[in-house]
């Protein structure tokens, strides 16, 4: 996978399989990003689970939080890594060892991995890097349109009123675009750094 | 789903809008409503924490608007945009997010009287310091950059001439500095340019002029090509730094490749207060569905127009870089191809006094202070859009006392010749 630019459809496409998602990072902190990427993902209808040693014995909106992956004893389809570019390879590590594998790795905006993307890649599981699942399902199914972003997307259906806690059609026509060199760029140099 | 990629037509009819989902309204309904029902205590602080998408207040968004703005982002090939209440609103909401006081910016010496202004003046009060260059000569720019330079301004058709500018070069000059490009790209449309495939960084519109097209809105917008990394080095605090007013968020970090829109909305216009009327957008919307029509006619009937005009005898000289023998003509070929702007000037060889006479026996042309309409337009600059402008600085604009400025209209092309040929003969 060329990971500089990945096409709608791919990201299309876990978006549409993926059910339950382990969320590495996840924050109970109300203003941290994870934390509402978190309850989104939750209300559109993913079975999440929070994954952060600092916080077990608590619960993330209704979810208990475990210590690890391996802690959470069952299937998992997406692993959604919360955590800077420096401490990604760990996690992808862990995750290998999980019978049966996850199907994704996806890292968050602004972290990136390609060593532990290619290692995970090698095992057959499809990796995103420096991506929002929040963004993107958001991206996909125009409801992000409301902020003056371009979806990139296009349909003339009318679509149902959205509502809360309610799977949105992520099916509409794609439209390119979306050039995220920079955003990459600044991935890149933080994990440098870091 | 096909990987078929719709045309600009396609995007100018369909970008960011779909049926209404409660009504199914086809048209883009104008949500003429100052503020937006919470669900509950929960929901309101999720979208007052920008954690969660959807409406608060228009001064901060509004969905007409919001098709505006994705509509516009799509033609230009951005990720994100910002639309504003006009175009000089946009160019204080994105020179906000870059400059602190002390600093500096390079702006291109030919631009719209009113932004020479608005950057002499106004903006200096600011304590944002303009640095002029040439447009025609490069290596000015280079020669402005200093540690204080944190953004370089051009206008991609630079009003009143119709000069067309060497994006490519000057965007070269902004990498080179670290800073990001912004092209005014009103007298273009991104019908005939699209800045960003060009180099830029952010691109602004008076909406005003030919998007909107029907001279009966203002507008402007702001377009983030998601192109510029706005962490290094430290120069762009407002999109880098934790933000105390949204709870310590870096809006870089939260919205990536589209912060820069982010950060013009939440921070830019939520403070500073020009948001757009839903109904303007509404306006705005329905010009920009015939922009490539509408703009390959202008175009059209400008280089009849200009053509007639380089031979007429009581003309001296016509700046219309879509004649062969323009300065400018190469660049055109290259940066619009489709056509060179229905925006120029001409001079005539009577002077001030031939300018002041012509324009009162036009019939058909109108004499006002505006570009970019279905009718066809006259001004003499000297006297009006750039009379605070000293004669020096006239003529450097492009503005000296014997020059017209046309914008041209999508009348018959025979008529506005012939309204021309008698004001000129009388
Ligand atoms: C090139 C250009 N930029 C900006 C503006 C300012 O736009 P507005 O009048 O919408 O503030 C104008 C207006 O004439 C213009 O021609």
Not at chain 1, 5 to 18: F, H, T
Not at chain 2, 293 to 311: I, S
Request: hydrophobic letters at 40%; aromatic letters at 8%; proline letters at 6%.
């Amino acid at each position: 996978m060329n990971h500089d630019a990945y096409p709608d459809n791919y990201i299309r496409g876990i978006l549409n399989s993926v059910k339950s998602i382990a969320m590495v990072g996840a924050s109970p902190v109300n203003v941290r990003p994870s934390y509402f990427a978190f309850k989104y993902l939750a209300q559109r209808g993913y079975d999440m689970i929070p994954v952060n040693p600092g916080h077990v014995g608590k619960d993330l909106l209704g979810k208990p939080f475990v210590a690890s992956l391996r802690d959470i004893g069952r299937p998992l389809d997406m692993i959604d890594i919360f955590r800077n570019s420096s401490h990604i390879m760990p996690v992808v590590e862990e995750a290998l060892t999980l019978d049966p594998l996850p199907k994704v790795i996806w890292m968050q905006l602004g972290a990136r991995d390609d060593a532990a993307a290619a290692k995970a890649e090698a095992a057959g599981i499809k990796v995103v890097m420096n991506r929002c699942p929040k963004i993107e399902y958001g991206r996909l199914s125009s409801e992000i349109s409301w902020m003056g972003v371009n979806s990139r997307t296009l349909s003339s259906k009318r679509p149902p009123a959205p509502t809360q806690g309610m799977r949105l059609s992520i099916n509409r026509m794609s439209v390119g675009g979306g050039d995220t060199a920079a955003s990459d760029r600044a991935a890149k140099n933080k994990s440098e750094q870091s | 789903m096909s990987d078929r990629l719709p045309g600009f037509s396609t995007l100018a009819v369909h970008a960011g809008a779909q049926p209404d989902p409660t009504t199914g309204a086809r048209a883009t309904p104008i949500y003429q409503t100052t503020s937006f029902v919470f669900n509950d205590a929960d929901h309101a602080a999720s979208l007052f924490g920008l954690q969660a998408f959807g409406n608060i207040y228009t001064r901060i968004g509004n969905p007409t608007n919001a098709v505006l703005e994705e509509r516009v982002a799509a033609l230009e090939g951005g990720t994100a945009a910002l639309a504003v209440a006009s175009g000089h609103a946009a160019q204080v909401v994105v020179l906000q997010q870059l400059l602190q006081p002390g600093d500096e910016f390079i702006a291109a010496r030919k631009l719209y009287g009113g932004s020479i202004n608005q950057f002499t003046h106004a903006f200096k009060s600011f304590g944002w310091n303009v640095v002029w260059a040439d447009p025609d000569d490069i290596a000015s720019f280079e020669r402005a950059v200093t540690p204080r330079t944190k953004a370089i301004f051009i206008e991609s058709i630079a009003n009143p001439a119709g000069s067309i500018t060497d994006i490519e070069a000057i965007s070269t000059v902004a990498r080179k500095a670290g800073v990001p490009l912004i092209v005014d790209n009103t007298l273009a449309s991104p019908y005939l340019i699209r800045p960003i495939d060009h180099g830029a960084d952010i691109v602004v519109h008076s909406l005003t002029k030919f998007l909107g097209g029907h001279g009966n809105s203002l507008g402007g917008i702001i377009v983030d090509a998601g192109t510029f990394d706005w962490s290094a080095g430290g120069k762009y605090p407002m999109l880098s730094e934790p933000r105390p007013e949204y709870h310590g968020i870096r809006i870089q970090e939260t919205f990536g490749n589209f912060a820069f829109a982010i950060a013009c909305r939440v921070l830019g216009l939520r403070d500073l207060g020009p948001a757009l009327s839903p109904f303007n957008a509404f306006m705005i919307l329905t010009g920009i569905e015939t922009l490539p029509l509408r703009m390959q006619k202008h175009c059209d009937n400008a280089k009849a127009v200009a053509e007639f005009l380089a031979g007429h005898p009581a003309v001296a000289s016509v700046n219309y870089a879509g004649l062969p023998s323009d300065k400018y003509h190469q660049l055109a070929r290259k940066y619009a191809p489709k056509g060179a702007g229905a925006v120029f000037t001409f001079s005539l060889k009577g002077g001030y006094d031939a300018g002041v006479s012509l324009v009162s026996k036009l019939q058909l042309f109108s004499h006002l202070a505006n570009v970019g309409d279905t009718r066809s337009l006259v001004i003499h600059p000297a006297s009006t859009t750039h009379s605070q402008l000293d004669d020096a600085a006239k003529t450097k604009s492009g503005a000296g006392p014997d020059v017209v400025r046309l914008s041209i209209g999508i009348e018959d092309k025979e008529d506005l010749i012939a309204d021309l040929e008698q004001a000129l003969s009388a």
